[in-house]
Nanobody
């Protein structure tokens, strides 16, 4: 079982930046893909970005590509999301979540493959453990 705690949310003006952090507890950090998701009022939760440092994999949504950057610090069991050029449309509760590596990666013979059958690189359905969320508000 893995527990996750988010921090770093807040209020910024459009064009500003925030850095979110997700710290994991109770599991081997590198055994998981860690992802960031967001949910705006009245909308479905969507994947933003996800990472596995062991598999050297980064997934990112087209909606934030070029503005957001995900990174992993194994010494702190922490995954961060640097958010730049924030816009009012980025306002949401941001969640981090963990998915078992086996939900993303498998091997056929000596070849490692990623399950990329989903239309998005960080499918919500693959993530079983979730943090409580942190609010990000962007004013115009």
């Amino acid at each position: 079982e893995v527990h996750l705690v988010e921090s770093g949310g807040g209020l910024v003006q459009a064009g500003g930046s925030l850095r979110l952090s997700c710290t994991t507890f109770g599991a081997t950090f590198d055994d998981y893909v860690i992802g960031w998701f967001r949910q705006a009022p009245g909308k479905e939760r969507e994947g933003v970005s996800c990472i596995s440092s062991r598999e050297r994999f980064v997934g990112i949504s087209d909606s934030v590509k070029g503005r957001f950057t995900i990174s992993s610090d194994n010494t702190k069991n922490t995954v961060s999301l640097q958010m730049n050029s924030l816009a009012p449309g980025d306002r949401a509760v941001y969640y981090c979540a963990a998915a078992a590596l086996s939900r993303f990666f498998y091997r056929v013979g000596d070849v490692r493959r990623r399950d990329d059958s989903s239309p998005t690189p960080c499918p919500t359905s693959k993530f079983a453990s979730w943090g409580q969320g942190t609010q990000v508000t962007v004013s115009s």
